[in-house]
């Protein structure tokens, strides 16, 4: 029995001792986590948390005097504060690495906020969760069309062209065509990226891009023969696409993030002052139509509406679409096939909007 009892006093300790040695672990973890973003140590928080350099910065840590974590296999949910956690994982070398957080990442506030104000982040987000929301949203598609209209004065074209005849054959004349192009941005513009269109009357050349840094000038030469008449252009062509040089070439300022906040506000305020598809179809007998009506109906919607007009009064019709999509309408009650008389049934606001919507189809 005394045997028993020891054995199993002996057990009771080391199991203790695993757990000390396995909270000083992550303590020191945490410390030296916390201590690598309080001092701004870029190579030591990716080495930890390789996820955090998705975000704009991380938010300072004030470590509490007893560090609260769970224990879920060999993950553990670390508490900092009220806000603030880390989801740290034990790898099979016994080593340890943070998969997500909450409350670390920081974006600039006027990012953060076009981002609440348009639904794509939400409180019960982690940052990963919130980090791949920026990468793939709406706004970065509007910062994409935003640098797409900024490179086209990236570049400045100034042709030279001249007349000769043709070495080789004396019968030929040929003209030698010049492109000077010259970088008028602050960045290196990757040859890759775009290209050199050369057009004449007798059609269109391309030169492949070089790499071009600021303020220089590169030459792209061409030679045509048959010479005709006309003046030779070039112009710059871009071959990457919108998400690839958003990647590439933007840096977005806080101005810009404030102008971007004030186009989600106008969205909000758009979306809140739209009437759904089945109230206009209600509606078009009390009031005329307007541009914010219609401005996101397909070709088929648009045709759709202005058809329940009709179907308002009973028209009966010959199409087979429009008959098939009224007839599962519970207010749609069939009286004729008449045109004329159900147009002449029609009050001022839907006459009117008949014609309108005719002029957005």
């Known amino acids: 029995m005394q045997s028993y009892f020891k054995t199993t006093f002996y057990l009771l300790l080391a199991f203790m001792l695993t757990a000390c040695s396995g909270d000083k672990k992550i303590r020191d973890f945490v410390e030296a986590f916390a201590t690598a973003v309080n001092n701004h140590d870029k190579q030591a928080i990716e080495q930890m948390y390789p996820a955090a350099s998705k975000a704009d910065s991380l938010t300072s840590i004030v470590l509490p005097e007893e560090l609260d974590f769970e224990q879920l296999g060999s993950t553990y949910i670390v508490k900092l504060d009220s806000t603030k956690n880390l989801t740290i994982k034990e790898n099979e070398d016994e080593s340890l690495s943070i998969i997500d957080s909450h409350g670390i990442f920081a974006y600039r506030d006027t990012k953060m906020a076009f981002a609440i104000a348009t639904g794509w982040i939400k409180e019960d987000m982690t940052d990963i969760q919130i980090a791949e929301n920026f990468t793939d949203t709406l706004f970065v598609t509007y910062l994409a069309d935003k640098l797409m209209s900024q490179m086209k004065s990236w570049f400045t074209v100034t042709d030279y062209?001249?007349?000769?005849?043709?070495?080789?054959?004396?019968?030929?004349?040929?003209?030698?065509?010049v492109a000077t192009v010259t970088n008028n941005s602050d960045m290196v513009i990757q040859?890759?990226?775009?290209?050199?269109?050369?057009?004449?009357?007798?059609?269109?050349?391309?030169?492949?891009?070089?790499?071009?840094?600021?303020?220089?000038?590169?030459?792209?030469?061409?030679?045509?023969?048959?010479?005709?008449?006309?003046?030779?252009?070039?112009?710059v062509n871009f071959k990457i696409?919108?998400?690839?040089?958003?990647?590439?070439?933007?840096?977005?300022?806080?101005?810009?993030?404030?102008?971007?906040?004030?186009?989600a506000e106008q969205m909000k305020e758009k979306a809140a002052s739209k009437s759904t598809f089945d109230e206009l179809m209600d509606q078009t007998a009390q009031r005329k139509l307007t541009e914010n009506d219609l401005d996101d109906l397909s070709s088929t919607e648009l045709r759709i509406l202005r058809n329940s007009i009709y179907a308002h009064h009973g028209y009966i019709f010959k199409k087979q679409d429009m008959s098939a999509y009224f007839s599962k309408q519970k207010w749609y009650e069939p009286v004729t096939g008449d045109m004329g008389t159900v147009s002449a049934q029609l009050n001022s606001n839907e006459s009117y909007n008949v014609r309108f919507i005719q002029q957005h189809e």
């Open 161 to 177: 062209y001249y007349f000769g005849p043709r070495k080789h054959k004396s019968n030929y004349e040929y003209a030698g065509f």
């Open 191 to 235: 040859g890759t990226d775009y290209e050199v269109v050369h057009s004449w009357y007798a059609g269109t050349k391309r030169s492949s891009g070089k790499d071009i840094h600021p303020t220089e000038h590169l030459q792209f030469v061409t030679e045509w023969y048959h010479v005709g008449e006309g003046i030779p252009s070039s112009r």
């Open 241 to 263: 696409s919108k998400m690839e040089a958003l990647e590439k070439y933007f840096k977005p300022t806080e101005k810009d993030y404030e102008n971007y906040l004030r186009v």
